[in-house]
Structures are given as C-alpha cells and as structure tokens.
C-alpha cells in the first residue's frame, strides 16, 4: 500500500522527518502550529537541501523536486486531508500528546496510522483517549531524521500487527533502518543505553578520574570508532564472553546507579544551562564553536550515509 503522509509539528524533528520521506520520493504534508512555525520549518528543509547537495548526495534537479514535495500549512483538517498515515512530532509532554492523539483519532479515519515520534513515553500511555487504540503506535526518528537511519517501533497495548506492518513497510520505504520492539518499555532500545552511558560519564566526571573533555575523547576514540560496526552483544562475542564475564563480575558492583541528574549536570540545568541552544552546558557554545561542531558532526553523519548507499546489495535498491 503506498501511503499519504502527514506529520504534526514543523520543528527540529518536524521538518527533518517530512524531509526524508519526500528524499524518498513521498508527497508529504506538514502541520505548523503559526506561520512563525511554518517559517522556520522551510528555512530548515532549504539549508538541509543546499548541504545534502553541496555534498553530492542530490543533483540540483532532486534539490527543486524534493522541496516541490513538502506543502507546509497551519490548517490541521487541510494537512489530514487524504492522509493514511500520521506522525506526530509535537513536543514531548505525555497530556499534550494524548489531547492530539484524541484529536487526530477523531479527524483521521479508522484505517489511518498515526504515529508518535515520542523519545520515549509509552504508546499506550498516548493512545490513552483514543478510540481506535490499534493503529496507534511509536516511530522513534533520530535527530537528524534524514541522517540517522534507525527509527525504533514500538507497539501499544492494543496496537494491531498490521499497524506495526505498515510502519515498518512505510520506513523501508523511507530507506529507514527500522528495528520493532516486542514490548513498549520507557526510552526504548537506545535511549536505555545512551542513557546508561551518559549516567556513567557523570559518574566518573563526578568521581575526579577525568575531566569532561578527556571522557568524550576517551569514548570517540574507542567504542565510539567500533560501535558503528559491532554493536554491545557481537563486540562480546569478538572479546570473547569469557573476559567479558569477569570482567562484568568486578564491573557491574560498582558503576553508577543513580536514579536522576548527578550533581554537576543538576547545577547547570537549574541555573539554567542548557547546552548549545544557549550558550553554555558542559561546553562553552560560542557561536563558532556551534558552527563548527554540527558541520563536523552532520558531515560524519552524511559520509556514513554515502557508505550506506554505496554498500546497498542491488536487491535493496
Ligand atoms: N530533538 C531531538 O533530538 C529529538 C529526537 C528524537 C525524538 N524527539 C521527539 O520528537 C518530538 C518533537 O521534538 P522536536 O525536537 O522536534 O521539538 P520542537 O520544539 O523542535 O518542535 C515542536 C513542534 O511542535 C509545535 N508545538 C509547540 N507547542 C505545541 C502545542 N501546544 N501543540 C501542538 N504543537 C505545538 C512547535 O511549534 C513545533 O512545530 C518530541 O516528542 C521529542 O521528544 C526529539
């Protein structure tokens, strides 16, 4: 079945999820909540078309039919208009997402999907006050959508197999590397490890044993040059699960179990460091520095997809 997309929200996610579907060669409609909204979301695609070609991985001609390919509106009922399938992108606040959920249930038709792009909250806990709880699910994207090829699917209570079928053809599609979960847990299969590790370098920051910098070098120049080619369970296997029994046995005992932010991450949040989108976090965000660092990180990102693709079986294609 070839679906009809529309995705709510127009912002970080928003708009970079519209793009890779219409990458893909999907007409795509996109809900803003003002016109404000909707700018910024176009401005967006724009920059994202211009970098995708300066770095030839589109012609100037794709550049044109892929942003032909994206209509921006604020009118909810013309962006639903002949959609068969939805993802919401709307921010990440469990009473708003489940007034929406409501809310499309009751625009959208029986047999259309409508998806969440929630970082982690349950499906079921979303499709809370809908009526049609089987086609409600998650489509987890990862920032940016069109660069990053996982998107985790995660099924409600009551969530159909054919929902979840449709998600996953519609991502194959979408040239997505989808992966479904079998059960709806908080944070699904990547944020739990992102997560796990991000507590640990607290951890060890709060410790003394290295400073900041030395911890994002350490894991850049390690685990971060492998993990792209063997995940957690066939880096064991190549370790050999012997070394890596004993070595779980002394390890696990004694690794972080905080159950919230440690101290040094709690201070900056409360006075209000937020990181890059403010000037200052773990790191000193000068507005050089920001330049540099997401040129360095989406021009990474864009040769790993060069790779994908030229390493695609004919089969896939
Ligand atoms: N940013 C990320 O790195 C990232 C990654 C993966 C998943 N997500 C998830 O994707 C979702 C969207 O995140 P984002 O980063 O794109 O957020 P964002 O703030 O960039 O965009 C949110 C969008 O929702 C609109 N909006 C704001 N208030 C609204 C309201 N009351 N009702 C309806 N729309 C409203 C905004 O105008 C905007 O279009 C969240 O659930 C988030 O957790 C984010």
Not at 134 to 149: E, G, M, S, Y
Not at 167 to 177: S, V
Not at 239 to 263: K, M, Q, R, W
Request: proline share 4%; net charge negative.
């Amino acid at each position: 079945m070839r679906e009809q997309l529309a995705v709510i929200g127009a912002g970080t996610m928003g708009h970079s999820i519209a793009l890779t579907a219409a990458w893909a060669g999907m007409p795509v409609q996109v809900w803003a909540a003002d016109l404000h909204d909707l700018n910024k979301g176009k401005a967006g695609i724009e920059e994202k078309l211009a970098i995708l070609r300066d770095n030839q991985l589109i012609t100037d001609d794709e550049q044109i039919e892929i942003e032909q390919r994206i209509r921006f509106t604020t009118a909810l009922e013309a962006c639903l208009s002949g959609a068969t399938f939805v993802i919401e992108a709307i921010p990440e606040n469990l009473p708003l997402k489940q007034i929406w959920f409501e809310k499309l249930d009751r625009l959208c038709g029986e047999d259309v999907i409508l998806a969440s792009n929630t970082s982690g909250l349950s499906p079921t806990d979303i499709a809370w006050k809908a009526r049609y709880k089987h086609r409600i699910l998650v489509t987890h994207f990862w920032n940016p959508a069109h660069l990053i090829p996982l998107v985790e699917v995660v099924r409600g209570a009551e969530t159909s197999d054919e929902a979840a079928q449709r998600a996953m053809n519609l991502l194959n599609h979408m040239d997505k590397k989808p992966v479904e979960l079998k059960k709806d847990v908080l944070g699904s299969i990547v944020n739990r490890l992102q997560y796990a590790l991000f507590r640990e370098a607290q951890y060890i920051a709060e410790m003394g044993v290295a400073t900041i910098e030395d911890i994002d070098t350490a894991v850049k120049y390690s685990i971060g040059r492998r993990l792209p080619v063997t995940g957690p369970f066939m880096t064991a296997d190549m370790g050999g699960l012997d070394v890596f029994d004993s070595i779980s046995g002394y390890l696990f005992p004694d690794l972080s179990t905080h159950s919230a932010s440690l101290p040094a991450m709690r201070a900056l949040v409360d006075s209000g460091s937020y990181g890059q989108k403010n000037g200052k976090g773990f790191y000193e965000w000068t507005p050089a520095f920001s330049r540099q660092m997401n040129r360095e990180r989406e021009q990474e990102l864009m040769d790993w997809l060069k790779k994908d693709r030229r390493n695609r079986t004919p089969e896939t294609t």
